[in-house]
């Protein structure tokens, strides 16, 4: 069910929050069998978020700034939780930029594509790669998508979808953090995921 949180800015702003995230073959207890877990310490490697404005009312210049910043957010959401298992970012962009990570998008950018990001993922040794994406749908409402992909199987143990509604720049802060946070607790557990948005 939708969760909407409302979020103290100068204008009346609502943040609707949308999770699906617990399918029945990812959900920890639901197989009858305790899936792997990867250390908590394991390296996290993070796709620079892409950016999606093709179905949006209006188109501006101005938009691929919403995909900057929701990268530094996340970035740095990150780096002040998870520390040095977070892979360097120039590392993770080297990577994704390779002959091998075209060859495996077919040419399209990496960070769109999960069979890619494993790539980038394997070839850094991080067990857990992060993609995420902003989308524009008018100049008041943007959408947030986040995964949290297991490197060696393939897993999305976090699909999040984030409506943002209001000042863009503010909402996109918020949404990415709030993502940051979950990828992380997820992350700390070894990969078992928690009812959202509560920690427990």
């Not at 992060?130 to 393939?154: C, D, E, P, Y």
């Not at 699909?159 to 802060?173: F, H, I, N, W």
Request: charged residues 20%; proline residues 6%.
């Amino acid at each position: 069910m939708p969760i909407a949180l409302n979020v103290p800015s100068n204008r009346l702003v609502l943040l609707v929050l949308f999770t699906a995230v617990l399918a029945p073959r990812t959900a920890a207890g639901q197989s009858g069998t305790a899936r792997p877990r990867e250390l908590p310490t394991a390296p996290v490697a993070v796709l620079p978020v892409a950016l999606y404005t093709a179905q949006a009312n209006v188109q501006e210049a101005s938009d691929s700034t919403k995909a900057a910043l929701a990268t530094e957010v996340l970035l740095a959401r990150l780096q002040e939780l998870l520390g040095k298992q977070l892979m360097p970012a120039d590392r993770v962009a080297a990577v994704a930029a390779s002959p091998e990570a075209r060859a495996r998008s077919g040419d399209q950018s990496c960070n769109v594509i999960v069979a890619c990001a494993r790539l980038v993922g394997a070839t850094l040794h991080a067990p857990w790669v992060v993609m995420a994406k902003v989308s524009k749908t008018s100049n008041l409402i943007w959408l947030f998508t986040g995964q949290l992909i297991r490197v060696s199987t393939g897993e999305i143990l976090l699909d999040d979808s984030t409506e943002l509604k209001g000042e863009p720049d503010a909402m996109v802060r918020v949404g990415t953090r709030i993502f940051a946070e979950r990828v992380a607790r997820t992350v700390q557990r070894g990969g078992v995921t928690t009812n959202f948005p509560s920690a427990e």
